[in-house]
């Protein structure tokens, strides 16, 4: 009885999400909330300053959520510490995150955005060793919306 209960919940819950207009990059209302500091990072594609960022050396146990639409993007276990000055991720939620080759800093990096918003995360560098997964996702703090896990 616990899993049809479960079951139903989950079903209400889909029911209220698919009424909801898919969002599109032409989409815009999920940035009317930021502000302009926000917006020049987000929606302007800029950088932080390293080192500035809240999320830089936060450990907590929890999710890391677009700060522009709150998709879920990053789990906390999969943070690390690569003292580049910027938040850190060797993994991604399964299809949280879309990529495209930016050529926009004189070097060919890869962008990372939110796959539901098209918000600018950062970037996506490979190869470099620093973990098992051997991928960092160098994230601006002010792109993300921490929230601590419920079930701990
Ligand atoms: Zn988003």
């Not at 917006?39 to 932080?48: A, L």
């Not at 299809?95 to 890869?110: E, F, H, L, M, N």
């Amino acid at each position: 009885m616990k899993l049809l209960g479960s079951l139903i919940i989950y079903m209400l819950l889909m029911l209220g999400f698919c009424q909801n207009p898919k969002p599109t990059t032409q989409n815009t209302s999920h940035f009317n909330h930021l502000s302009e500091f926000e917006k020049s990072i987000i929606v302007n594609k800029g950088t932080e300053a390293p080192f500035s960022g809240e999320y830089d050396k936060h450990d907590e146990d929890g999710l890391y959520h677009c700060k522009a639409c709150m998709s879920p993007l990053f789990r906390s276990a999969d943070k690390f510490n690569s003292n580049c000055g910027w938040p850190s991720f060797d993994d991604e939620i399964d299809g949280a995150i879309k990529r495209k080759t930016d050529y926009s800093a004189g070097v060919v990096r890869t962008e990372i955005m939110c796959s539901n918003c098209s918000g600018h995360l950062g970037h996506v560098f490979e190869g470099e060793l620093l973990t098992d997964k051997n991928l960092r996702h160098c994230v601006n703090s002010i792109s993300l919306e921490f929230k601590p896990s419920i079930f701990n």
